[in-house]
Protein backbone atom coordinates (compact mmCIF):
# COMPACT_ATOMS: atom_id res chain seq x y z
CA UNK A 1 0.00 0.00 0.00
CA UNK A 2 1.31 3.00 -1.22
CA UNK A 3 -0.24 6.23 0.90
CA UNK A 4 0.87 9.67 -0.20
CA UNK A 5 0.13 12.94 1.67
CA UNK A 6 0.04 15.70 -1.38
CA UNK A 7 -0.86 19.06 -2.12
CA UNK A 8 -3.33 19.53 -4.88
CA UNK A 9 -1.03 21.36 -7.08
CA UNK A 10 1.38 18.08 -6.63
CA UNK A 11 -1.40 15.56 -6.82
CA UNK A 12 -2.45 17.58 -10.08
CA UNK A 13 1.46 17.26 -11.52
CA UNK A 14 1.53 13.37 -10.56
CA UNK A 15 -2.34 12.46 -11.99
CA UNK A 16 -0.88 15.09 -14.85
CA UNK A 17 -4.06 17.31 -14.32
CA UNK A 18 -4.95 20.85 -13.39
CA UNK A 19 -4.52 21.49 -9.94
CA UNK A 20 -8.73 22.49 -9.91
CA UNK A 21 -9.14 18.81 -11.28
CA UNK A 22 -7.14 17.32 -8.23
CA UNK A 23 -8.96 19.16 -5.98
CA UNK A 24 -12.41 18.02 -7.56
CA UNK A 25 -11.16 14.03 -8.14
CA UNK A 26 -10.05 14.39 -4.07
CA UNK A 27 -13.78 15.32 -3.27
CA UNK A 28 -15.61 13.17 -5.68
CA UNK A 29 -13.60 10.23 -4.38
CA UNK A 30 -14.11 11.59 -0.56
CA UNK A 31 -10.14 11.58 -0.18
CA UNK A 32 -9.60 12.65 3.61
CA UNK A 33 -7.90 16.06 3.66
CA UNK A 34 -5.87 17.94 6.67
CA UNK A 35 -4.27 21.37 6.62
CA UNK A 36 -0.18 21.59 6.42
CA UNK A 37 1.93 23.99 8.67
CA UNK A 38 1.63 26.56 6.22
CA UNK A 39 -1.83 26.65 5.35
CA UNK A 40 -2.36 24.54 2.16
CA UNK A 41 -4.85 21.41 1.55
CA UNK A 42 -3.40 17.85 1.85
CA UNK A 43 -4.56 14.89 0.47
CA UNK A 44 -3.94 11.33 1.97
CA UNK A 45 -4.28 9.03 -1.31
CA UNK A 46 -3.10 5.74 -1.78
CA UNK A 47 -2.12 5.14 -5.42
CA UNK A 48 -2.76 1.46 -5.36
CA UNK A 49 -6.74 2.05 -4.84
CA UNK A 50 -6.75 4.99 -6.92
CA UNK A 51 -7.25 3.53 -10.64
CA UNK A 52 -7.13 6.95 -12.21
CA UNK A 53 -7.05 7.63 -15.88
CA UNK A 54 -7.94 11.58 -17.07
CA UNK A 55 -10.26 11.53 -20.01
CA UNK A 56 -9.42 13.29 -23.04
CA UNK A 57 -10.25 16.62 -22.95
CA UNK A 58 -13.18 18.13 -24.81
CA UNK A 59 -13.98 20.88 -26.57
CA UNK A 60 -16.40 23.50 -24.60
CA UNK A 61 -19.58 23.47 -27.11
CA UNK A 62 -19.67 26.90 -28.41
CA UNK A 63 -22.75 29.34 -26.81
CA UNK A 64 -25.02 29.62 -30.60
CA UNK A 65 -25.50 33.79 -29.69
CA UNK A 66 -21.78 34.20 -29.26
CA UNK A 67 -21.26 32.34 -32.61
CA UNK A 68 -23.74 34.29 -34.05
CA UNK A 69 -21.99 37.55 -33.06
CA UNK A 70 -18.58 36.45 -33.55
CA UNK A 71 -19.68 36.06 -37.66
CA UNK A 72 -21.74 38.86 -37.53
CA UNK A 73 -18.62 40.76 -36.17
CA UNK A 74 -16.34 39.46 -38.90
CA UNK A 75 -18.59 40.18 -41.77
CA UNK A 76 -19.19 44.11 -40.46
CA UNK A 77 -15.04 44.02 -39.98
CA UNK A 78 -14.98 42.87 -43.73
CA UNK A 79 -17.48 45.42 -45.01
CA UNK A 80 -15.53 48.23 -42.34
CA UNK A 81 -12.49 47.07 -44.24
CA UNK A 82 -13.85 47.19 -47.61
CA UNK A 83 -15.11 50.95 -47.08
CA UNK A 84 -11.46 51.77 -46.03
CA UNK A 85 -10.12 50.70 -48.95
CA UNK A 86 -12.87 52.30 -51.12
CA UNK A 87 -12.85 55.95 -49.08
CA UNK A 88 -8.84 55.29 -49.63
CA UNK A 89 -9.21 55.30 -53.44
CA UNK A 90 -12.04 58.54 -53.17
CA UNK A 91 -9.06 60.52 -51.37
CA UNK A 92 -6.32 59.09 -53.82
CA UNK A 93 -8.51 60.49 -56.85
CA UNK A 94 -8.95 64.13 -54.81
CA UNK A 95 -5.81 64.29 -53.93
CA UNK A 96 -4.91 64.32 -57.91
CA UNK A 97 -7.93 66.49 -58.81
CA UNK A 98 -6.05 69.24 -56.35
CA UNK A 99 -2.71 68.96 -57.21
CA UNK A 100 -3.72 69.32 -61.12
CA UNK A 101 -5.51 72.51 -59.63
CA UNK A 102 -2.51 74.14 -57.40
CA UNK A 103 -0.45 73.84 -60.40
CA UNK A 104 -3.56 75.52 -62.44
CA UNK A 105 -3.37 78.30 -60.04
CA UNK A 106 0.08 78.80 -59.80
CA UNK A 107 0.08 78.88 -63.70
CA UNK A 108 -2.74 81.54 -63.26
CA UNK A 109 -0.98 83.60 -60.67
CA UNK A 110 1.78 83.49 -62.60
CA UNK A 111 0.25 84.99 -65.98
CA UNK A 112 -1.93 87.40 -63.47
CA UNK A 113 1.42 89.07 -62.79
CA UNK A 114 3.17 89.20 -66.03
CA UNK A 115 -0.69 90.89 -66.95
CA UNK A 116 -0.62 93.41 -64.57
CA UNK A 117 2.95 94.20 -65.34
CA UNK A 118 2.11 94.82 -69.08
CA UNK A 119 -0.64 96.67 -67.76
CA UNK A 120 1.22 99.14 -65.33
CA UNK A 121 3.52 99.24 -68.26
CA UNK A 122 1.26 100.26 -71.09
CA UNK A 123 -0.63 102.73 -68.19
CA UNK A 124 2.82 104.54 -67.47
CA UNK A 125 3.29 104.80 -71.56
CA UNK A 126 -0.21 106.30 -71.95
CA UNK A 127 0.33 108.54 -68.96
CA UNK A 128 3.80 109.66 -70.60
CA UNK A 129 2.01 110.13 -73.78
CA UNK A 130 -0.72 112.25 -72.32
CA UNK A 131 1.48 114.39 -70.86
CA UNK A 132 3.91 115.21 -74.32
CA UNK A 133 0.72 115.34 -76.12
CA UNK A 134 -0.69 118.08 -73.32
CA UNK A 135 2.92 119.68 -73.77
CA UNK A 136 2.35 120.39 -77.42
CA UNK A 137 -0.88 122.19 -77.21
CA UNK A 138 0.51 123.92 -74.77
CA UNK A 139 3.95 125.10 -76.00
CA UNK A 140 4.60 128.18 -77.68
CA UNK A 141 7.92 129.11 -77.34
CA UNK A 142 8.49 132.73 -78.47
CA UNK A 143 10.97 133.21 -81.24
CA UNK A 144 10.49 129.42 -82.65
CA UNK A 145 8.19 127.72 -84.79
CA UNK A 146 5.27 125.81 -83.50
CA UNK A 147 5.13 123.63 -86.41
CA UNK A 148 9.12 122.97 -86.26
CA UNK A 149 9.03 121.73 -82.61
CA UNK A 150 5.90 119.85 -83.01
CA UNK A 151 7.01 117.78 -85.65
CA UNK A 152 10.42 116.96 -83.63
CA UNK A 153 8.66 116.09 -80.77
CA UNK A 154 6.40 114.08 -83.02
CA UNK A 155 9.11 111.99 -84.46
CA UNK A 156 10.53 111.49 -80.91
CA UNK A 157 7.15 110.31 -80.19
CA UNK A 158 6.70 108.04 -82.93
CA UNK A 159 10.46 106.60 -81.92
CA UNK A 160 9.59 105.94 -78.28
CA UNK A 161 6.29 104.36 -79.47
CA UNK A 162 8.12 102.04 -81.59
CA UNK A 163 10.93 101.03 -78.75
CA UNK A 164 8.00 100.54 -76.41
CA UNK A 165 6.57 98.01 -78.66
CA UNK A 166 9.71 96.55 -79.77
CA UNK A 167 10.01 95.98 -75.80
CA UNK A 168 6.50 94.43 -75.10
CA UNK A 169 7.18 91.85 -77.84
CA UNK A 170 10.69 90.77 -76.61
Known amino acids: MSVALLTYADLGARLDISREAARSLARRRRLPRSRSDDGKAL ?7 LRYTPRPRRGRRA ?10 DA ?8 EIARLQDVATAYRAVFERERDRAERLVVELQQATAEATAANAWAARLEDDMAALRTDRRPGGSLAGYAARRLGHLA ?12
Open 159 to 170: AAIVQADRAMRG
Open 75 to 82: IKTEAFKA
Open 43 to 49: VRVDFSE
Open 63 to 72: DPIAVSMARI
